[in-house]
């Protein structure tokens, strides 16, 4: 398996713009994660979905953020309009279930996003 | 919800032990990990103990658990400057599923 895919891996863009961030978790994986590093606050827990379903969005920042996975293989996080403070690290994650062995989570390569 | 607590920041010479010290608030937690984070990486999977465990030995690293004090230790013996990177504790229990990391300690290991 090639692992948590996300793209890009890279995105500069302008403040009041829109991103959108992608993610194809590990195929047969029931959770996915969306996270946010920074130097500032470290890292911090978005949102996740368990089959599809957002379950807590607790962690998302503001109404100008939004996640969506419309299929088991594909996730997106959308910033609209972006902001400076926006700028960090985002991480997608997933794993199988929730009971040892199957909740070990794997991390993609994280998307570094910088609005200016 | 669950606090978890990390200094930032460790400097070791190559060769030491480098120890990593975690606090936690969740009472519930039934595993706790150790995710290690390499310059431009995602986070991996290091180390486990099981929260009946008091220790647990993986080649150069020990994983003390002190579940009275919520208090969780890393240790690298012979350090090498291959373990730089930043390490996160993870407590997992009765979070609906969520795996709440620290801030993460930025190990630096000098030659």
């Known amino acids: 398996d090639a692992g948590v895919i996300q793209s890009p891996r890279h995105e500069v863009t302008e403040m009041g713009q829109e991103v959108t961030l992608r993610c194809k978790p590990i195929?047969?994986?029931?959770?996915l994660f969306w996270y946010r590093q920074t130097m500032m606050r470290g890292l911090e827990l978005l949102i996740y979905f368990n089959n599809n379903v957002p379950i807590d969005d607790s962690g998302m920042p503001e109404d100008r953020f939004s996640a969506k996975m419309p299929n088991a293989s594909f996730s997106t996080l959308k910033i609209q309009p972006s902001e400076p403070r926006d700028s960090a690290v985002y991480f997608c994650?997933?794993?199988?279930?929730?009971?040892?062995?199957?909740?070990?989570?794997?991390f993609g390569p994280g998307t570094r996003l910088t609005v200016l | 919800g669950e606090d978890v607590e990390q200094s930032l920041f460790l400097s070791v010479r190559e060769g030491d032990s480098s120890v990593i010290n975690c606090t936690y608030t969740d009472s519930s937690s039934t595993y706790l990990y150790w995710y290690k984070q390499e310059p431009g990486a995602g986070l991996q999977l290091l180390t486990y103990i099981f929260s009946n465990m008091d220790m647990k030995q993986d080649q150069r690293l020990t994983v003390l658990l002190n579940k009275k004090d919520k208090h969780l230790s890393l240790r690298i013996a012979d350090t090498q400057t291959g373990d730089s990177a930043i390490y996160f504790c993870?407590?997992?229990?009765?979070?609906?599923?969520?795996?709440?990391f620290g801030q993460g300690t930025e190990l630096s290991v000098k030659p």
């Open positions: 994650a997933s794993r199988r279930g929730l009971v040892f062995p199957y909740n070990e989570q794997f």
């Open positions: 195929s047969g994986h029931d959770y």
């Open positions: 993870a407590p997992y229990g009765n979070q609906g599923g969520k795996l709440i």
